[in-house]
């Protein structure tokens, strides 16, 4: 009993795809569900943690802290 070398090749091409594809799919919903449980930081979120700590929000210091941030990545 032996098998075609082709039909074994398109087997493989066809079960590689399949899994590229369902990889993708299954990366891209645990990235929105990611982002959906941890937004990024944005402006309104470090002026309200300032004010939660006491601090007065300047446009300035806003504006450094998030420079700070997207130079640390």
Same mark, same amino acid.
Request: no cysteine.
């Given at each position: ?7 074994? =090749? ?13 990889? &993708? &799919? /299954?990366? %891209?919903?645990?990235? *929105? ?12 979120? /470090? %002026?309200?943690? +300032?004010?939660?700590?006491? *601090? ?5 210091? =806003? %504006?450094?802290? +998030? ?7």
């Amino acid at each position: 009993m032996t098998i075609n070398i082709g039909i074994v =090749i398109v087997i493989a091409v066809v079960a590689a795809l399949l899994g590229a594809v369902g990889g &993708f &799919f /299954l990366a %891209r919903k645990y990235m *929105q569900d990611y982002l959906k449980k941890n937004p990024p930081v944005n402006e309104d979120m /470090l %002026r309200s943690m +300032m004010m939660s700590m006491g *601090q007065k929000p300047s446009e300035k210091k =806003i %504006r450094q802290m +998030m420079q700070q941030m997207k130079n640390q990545k």
